[in-house]
């Protein structure tokens, strides 16, 4: 006990001594200033800089799109699919084997496995059973499809239905409480118009980006795909079949694909419009599949030379492909199409809107001007054929100049802007390893010069269009490369795995 005693009183006497040591350095400075400084004196602001009755409609501004935001999240998902790939795994030593009884000493053969790959996406639920958008190429190809909703949760989800050529997909989670978004009418949409971007950039769930609708109607040639609205909200890789939304927390768009020379947003994306995303989702809920009519023209603008300098609105033909409606109305190439049923056609996405909406097998008339001369004629909408892509992509008028014979695959020599690019065909097997979506056509990138200012551009990449003309084949490639003027910038639609971007080739 007394051992004890002198121990405790020991330890109370050192203990006293520290405290009074602190004390002093704490007096005296040094403690956590070894070069003896003293502990600085602060004030911090205790007042704003500007009332809040100076900014008052910036602060309704503020409490406002946070409403909207927290009214929309609820609806946005974060999607994750899985792929199993088969590899082959070589010779090579394998520890558990070697250690665990393998052959060969601990030498293993080859042996085919199994690798999982992973991608993320975003969607966006638009029924209350539970039916979700998204992008076709997000749950192309894939095993299995999960679904993150806002408040943590996971689910599986079924694809119930897809469409490569509009990049749509619908899929399916069974979950009594989930909050439907409503798709806008997006032919009301202006640009100017604010917006909010949001989904699952780079997996960073509920990630919201603000913009207005940069331009809209970005125009293509053929009939078979929708326009697209054009955003400078930041679209990231990632944010692939998430919501466009408006101020109302309506979805006026499914966001699809970027341009951009790094592969980040540069303030230039594009969504689907949600009239075409609606006129799909209510085809696939009723039928399975995506039913569309169309008409089977492919338009160019047009030219001012062709029509009168006060009446230049309207759809010239390029040309007519064979077997369609089109050709069924005996319509030739250079007839402008001036109205469909009685509604004024004013560009080609006007008239393939109108072409969706109408009912197929029924007379329709369309009034054209043919060599300066009105004149109707009839029809009947039918059904898109399967290989419509493909076959709207009629072959170009034969060069008059005589050309060499090349070998199947071989890459003509190229002069002009796309000359440091080196491409080759796109065969089905190369897609396969590339994991490219189903629908992915156009050349492959096989090489690229350096310092040639297209870094951006990757050997294994997939050219499918230049300036919105398709790419079918190397051949394809060469004749449009070869009339590009060196002065524009050229836009490349390009496909890297299951991600399709554009990329702008500005003059040097």
């Not at 009168?308 to 409606?325: F, K, L, R, Y």
């Not at 836009?491 to 795995?497: A, E, K, N, P, T």
Request: hydrophobic share 35%.
């Amino acid at each position: 006990m007394k051992n004890l005693a002198k121990f405790l009183l020991f330890v109370l006497v050192v203990s006293a001594g520290i405290s009074l040591l602190y004390d002093y350095r704490l007096k005296h400075g040094g403690l956590n200033f070894p070069s003896g400084r003293k502990p600085e004196k602060y004030t911090l602001a205790s007042q704003p800089s500007v009332d809040s009755k100076q900014v008052a409609s910036l602060e309704a501004l503020n409490r406002e799109r946070r409403a909207l935001v927290s009214s929309v999240l609820p609806s946005v998902v974060a999607i994750k699919t899985s792929k199993r790939i088969g590899v082959r795994r070589e010779y090579g030593l394998d520890p558990f084997e070697f250690f665990f009884g393998g052959r060969q000493g601990g030498y293993r053969s080859p042996r085919d496995e199994a690798l999982v790959q992973n991608s993320l996406g975003s969607g966006v639920i638009v029924t209350n059973e539970g039916h979700i958008i998204t992008n076709n190429h997000v749950v192309d190809q894939v095993d299995e499809i999960e679904v993150q909703l806002s408040d943590g949760r996971t689910k599986k989800a079924r694809l119930v239905g897809a469409d490569s050529q509009l990049d749509v997909a619908v899929l399916k989670i069974d979950d009594p409480g989930v909050k439907p978004l409503k798709l806008a009418d997006s032919d009301t949409v202006q640009p100017g118009d604010f917006v909010l971007a949001i989904g699952n950039p780079f997996g960073l769930q509920e990630t919201v980006t603000d913009g207005i609708i940069s331009w809209k109607g970005r125009p293509n040639s053929t009939d078979f795909r929708g326009d697209l609205l054009q955003t400078n909200a930041a679209i990231n890789p990632g944010n692939s079949g998430g919501p466009l939304i408006n101020l109302r927390g309506e979805v006026v768009g499914i966001n699809e694909q970027i341009v951009s020379s790094s592969g980040g947003s540069q303030g230039i994306g594009f969504a689907i419009p949600s009239n075409t995303v609606r006129t799909a989702l209510e085809s696939v809920l009723k039928h399975g599949r995506i039913i569309r009519g169309y008409l089977g023209v492919v338009s160019r603008a047009p030219q001012a030379e062709q029509q009168s300098a006060s009446d230049n609105e309207g759809v010239v033909i390029d040309q007519v492909v064979p077997g369609s409606p089109a050709a069924q109305a005996q319509l030739q190439p250079g007839d402008v199409i001036r109205k469909f049923n009685g509604r004024d056609v004013k560009t080609i996405g006007v008239l393939r809107n109108i072409v969706a909406q109408t009912e197929l097998n029924k007379n329709v008339e369309l009034e054209i001007e043919r060599a300066g001369k009105p004149l109707k004629v009839t029809t009947q909408i039918k059904e898109q054929p399967q290989d419509y892509q493909s076959s709207s992509a009629l072959p170009r008028q034969a060069p008059s100049q005589p050309q060499t014979l090349q070998q199947p695959g071989e890459q003509e020599a190229v002069s002009g802007p796309l000359a440091s690019i080196h491409v080759g065909e796109l065969t089905q097997e190369m897609a396969r390893q590339l994991d490219l979506p189903a629908n992915a056509q156009g050349v492959l990138v096989t090489g690229v010069d350096p310092d040639s200012g297209v870094a951006e551009l990757q050997k294994g990449d997939v050219i499918e269009e230049i300036n919105q003309q398709p790419i079918t084949s190397v051949s394809d490639y060469d004749e449009i490369a070869a009339a590009l003027d060196p002065s524009q910038p050229q836009v490349l639609s390009v496909c890297r795995h299951r991600a399709r971007s554009f990329l702008v080739l500005r003059p040097r």
